[in-house]
């Protein structure tokens, strides 16, 4: 059974920097499109960014788009989420996930979730 366990999460003041780590397994890595979502209190789940199995192509949401960077490294069988210049509204539970396939779908959709990890940003 495939697994991604997402770490880094934690509470922050605003503007400070985390990084969020997703594990997976080598052929996770190798063969399939990651992207990282996010689920604030009280409101639905949303995407956050995503990039394709060879790292070429990133996709994000308007929202973070400039302050946080996804990122793939094969060695370490890892994907990272880079969060600069955190903002209270950036507080949410964020989940590592794949589609299961190399490209990113049109509509984000998802095949595969980790447990996520918390990250609140106080003001």
């Known amino acids: 059974q495939a697994q991604l366990v997402e770490s880094g999460g934690g509470l922050v003041q605003a503007g400070a920097s985390l990084r969020l780590s997703c594990a997976a397994s080598?052929?996770?890595?190798?063969?399939?499109?990651m992207g990282w979502f996010r689920q604030a209190p009280g409101k639905e789940r949303e995407f956050v960014a995503a990039?394709?199995?060879?790292?070429?192509?990133?996709y994000y949401a308007d929202s973070v788009k400039g302050r946080f960077t996804i990122s793939r490294d094969y060695a370490n069988n890892t994907v990272y989420l880079q969060m600069n210049s955190l903002k209270p509204e950036d507080t949410a539970t964020y989940y590592c996930a794949s589609p299961k396939t190399r490209t990113v779908p049109y509509d984000y959709s998802m095949e595969i979730w980790g447990k996520g990890t918390l990250v609140t940003v106080s003001a």
């Open positions: 080598e052929y996770f890595l190798k063969n399939y499109a």
């Open positions: 990039i394709n199995w060879s790292g070429r192509s990133e």
